[in-house]
């Protein structure tokens, strides 16, 4: 959880363990005259997101409800328990009024032109929000569930009920907003065009239904398990399995309703059958396939960042496993083998995590950590980066399991809040299932060495082109040598025939 102290803005407490950050941004909301100083930069940036940290905190919230005793014999606790305060509480600060939430601070436009620390970070800041006559019905619902997801860690975990249950009151009143603003919309659409180009969804339906049965689960009020079971219903055509990230949580909210729900097998047979559908490779509307070496690779999803879809998915097994551990032996196979991938079983020899290995990643595209300040000069200046960025997750390899650690190659090096999300809580479920030692403890040998314009990089459709190229050559040449010997043939024969004619027409004269 280093990583998310090393994302933390605001003024820092004193037991802050990263060094190199200082206080940043306090003015943060001054704009809109509320304060929204505090909370996590999102990614290797100094934007802040509300759809990204809410996913993120609910996963992180929910790994610690089912993992508590991970926490505990690590002696993690306090750690998971700030962590998850630093971001519930600026969300509570986001939402000031019952039917106003801020989703974003800062412009992306101008952000992307700072490349420095966190002493310098780039002005203006603007902060936009969803209110009554501009709703955003997704994450309005989405930061409920963080919210009460939080509300029943604080209080069944760590005992303060005190605060879960400020979380809960912020959560109902969100969960309230996003039903009955209209019309139900997602936020990036109308309502804040600002976060289109980062954190745009498309569907509103799998949050409000996720939203619902959070507010269940810390209430125990059955008037929201009753009304998710009518939401399962009204938007079943909208659950269609897909990858969740964090625009997505429809699989996320079938694992939690067959975990809540045992009055009907609905949510339980969706969640098998979305397991399914992402798990069959063989179809010709197969969704996800697999890479050489391995890794779950979902086209769509991984190009953009290969670690999340088999993080995501993999964590939303483990949780299905503790509601229904017949499936248990599938489903850990998958876990195990996209774990061992990701921590170090790959052809690079690369846990695909900083500052645990000599083969992590050297280059995670962020500002902070890198000590530059030239935005023309992010891989050079400085050559090595000034600051280990301990736990980040980085974006990882790309098809072909190849990994080149550029820092200005956000595909493969971004580092951000969802990524370590699903990271964080399956470690929680390696502790708790008694797992072995990762696969980087025994790796010794360096990280292959490789660049794009090496031989190795003459795989997938270079591949396919060359074997084209030589075969269309090679039948060129056989006709060309087929066509050369028929011809001498004739000839041949021709030559033939006119000397046996001459030999005869000579015997004749001489007869």
């Not at 000590?371 to 090595?384: A, C, H, L, Q, R």
Request: with cysteine; proline share 5%.
């Amino acid at each position: 959880m280093w990583f998310y102290e090393a994302q933390r803005s605001g003024q820092l407490p004193k037991n802050n363990r990263v060094s190199w950050r200082h206080d940043s941004c306090e003015d943060d909301g001054s704009d809109n005259n509320v304060t929204l100083s505090g909370g996590y930069y999102d990614a290797g940036d100094y934007l802040k997101f509300t759809v990204p940290l809410s996913h993120s905190l609910t996963l992180l919230a929910w790994g610690g409800i089912e993992w508590f005793d991970a926490y505990e014999r690590t002696n993690q606790t306090s750690y998971l328990r700030n962590t998850l305060r630093w971001g519930t509480d600026w969300l509570i600060a986001a939402h000031p009024e019952p039917k106003v939430l801020f989703v974003q601070v800062g412009d992306g436009e101008i952000d992307n032109d700072y490349w420095g620390p966190d002493t310098d970070v780039a002005y203006p800041r603007p902060s936009y929000m969803i209110n009554s006559t501009a709703p955003g019905t997704d994450v309005a619902a989405l930061t409920s569930a963080a919210l009460s997801s939080a509300s029943y860690l604080f209080r069944h975990k760590f005992n303060d009920a005190n605060y879960a249950n400020e979380l809960l009151h912020h959560a109902k009143d969100l969960f309230n907003f996003a039903e009955t603003a209209t019309p139900w919309q997602t936020y990036s659409n109308t309502s804040v065009p600002e976060a289109a180009d980062y954190y745009s969804t498309n569907r509103y339906h799998n949050q409000l239904l996720y939203g619902c049965l959070w507010m269940f689960k810390a209430t125990g009020n059955s008037s929201y398990l009753e009304k998710s079971d009518y939401y399962f219903d009204l938007f079943q055509d909208e659950l269609y399995p897909t990858i969740m990230d964090w625009s997505d949580q429809t699989g996320a909210a079938l694992i939690l309703g067959a975990s809540l729900n045992d009055t009907t097998s609905k949510f339980k047979n969706a969640s098998l059958n979305y397991f399914d559908s992402l798990l069959d490779t063989s179809s010709n509307d197969s969704v996800c396939t697999y890479t050489y070496g391995g890794l779950f690779w979902c086209d769509g999803n991984s190009n953009s960042n290969s670690v999340l879809p088999p993080l995501n998915t993999a964590l939303l097994m483990a949780l299905f496993q503790e509601s229904y551990p017949e499936v248990l032996t599938n489903y850990t196979e998958f876990i195990r083998d996209q774990l061992g991938y990701l921590l170090g079983d790959n052809k690079m020899l690369t846990p695909y995590i900083c500052g645990i290995h000599k083969n992590s990643p050297h280059n995670p595209h962020h500002a902070g950590a890198s000590g530059g300040t030239d935005i023309g000069k992010i891989n050079s200046s400085p050559k090595v980066e000034a600051h280990i960025l301990y736990g980040a997750v980085v974006g990882g390899p790309d098809k072909d399991d190849n990994f080149y650690d550029i820092r200005e190659d956000y595909v493969q090096t971004e580092v951000a809040l969802d990524y370590n999300a699903p990271f964080q809580s399956l470690i929680a479920y390696q502790i708790h299932i008694g797992a072995g030692d990762p696969p980087y403890v025994n790796i010794t040998e360096d990280r292959p060495y490789i660049t794009r314009d090496g031989p190795e990089h003459f795989a997938g459709w270079k591949i396919a082109v060359i074997v084209v190229v030589t075969v269309v050559g090679l039948s060129i040449i056989g006709l060309a040598i087929w066509y050369w010997r028929r011809r001498n043939r004739r000839s041949t024969e021709n030559e033939s025939s006119t000397f046996s004619e001459k030999i005869t027409e000579a015997e004749m004269v001489a007869k």
